[in-house]
């Protein structure tokens, strides 16, 4: 469902801290979609799965490939039959179990995304993805349209009920990364040894 503006969320780059007490790193200051599905496993589950950003083609119908670049830069290639649209994606915040933000990089159209993982009281995982398309151009007065957002919800919603369908089918993880991530930069407890040059992907 599309959103309005909402005077509670707070602006990029500010915690902000849900009635769940799992602070959201970098909420978007306003959503133009957010969707909710409710999944039959439980958080660890379905969070470490979607970190397996390589696995998206076994279950989407729209993402063709993903490739990783850089630690937190992934190129993704979606769309449907000879249509396609290849474009680089940054993880720019990223809490384990809780809480992915993530922007496009081309500069034009552009987007930024954040998905939540929350607890349900059943056991299972309530997965919110919110997205806030940023065109240029001509293209910003066709996004603003009702019709452009009902669009991008329904396609946010096949997605994630897709999503549903292939981790209660597996019924666990087909693999994971645990790792932290803050304005763009992977998180580590300790430092890497001083000639290591092996870089720490944040895919399977």
């Known amino acids: 469902m599309a959103l309005d503006d909402d005077a509670q969320h707070a ?7 849900r009635e769940d007490g799992v602070t959201r790193r970098r909420p978007l200051p306003h959503r133009h979609v957010e969707e909710t599905v409710e999944i039959a496993v439980p958080v ?3 969070y470490n799965q979607w970190t397996q950003f390589k696995a998206f083609p076994r279950f989407s119908h729209l993402v063709q490939g993903v490739e990783q670049i850089r630690p937190t830069v992934t190129v993704w290639t979606i769309g449907q039959g000879p249509l396609r649209h290849r474009f680089p ?5 990223q809490d384990p179990d809780a809480y992915l933000a993530w922007r496009g990089l081309e500069q034009n159209p552009s987007h930024q995304g954040e998905v939540e993982f929350r607890p349900t009281g ?3 995982t309530a997965v919110t993805v919110g997205i806030l398309l940023e065109p240029r ?3 910003r007065i066709l996004t603003r349209s009702s ?4 669009l991008t919800a329904r396609l946010v919603r096949g997605e994630l009920t897709h999503f549903k369908h292939f981790i209660e089918g597996l019924g666990h993880e087909g693999g994971a990364w645990r790792g932290t991530i803050r304005n763009g ?3 580590h407890d300790q430092p890497e040894p001083p000639r290591s040059r092996v870089a720490h992907w ?3």
Do not use: H, K, L, Y
Request: charged content about 15%.
């Open 122 to 124: 059943s056991g299972g």
């Open 89 to 93: 994606v940054e993880i720019v915040e």
């Open 202 to 204: 944040p895919v399977g």
């Open 137 to 139: 151009g001509a293209a």
């Open 147 to 150: 019709r452009a957002a009902r």
């Open 44 to 46: 660890p589950t379905a």
């Open 11 to 17: 602006v990029p780059n500010t915690p902000g801290t």
């Open 185 to 187: 930069r992977v998180q």
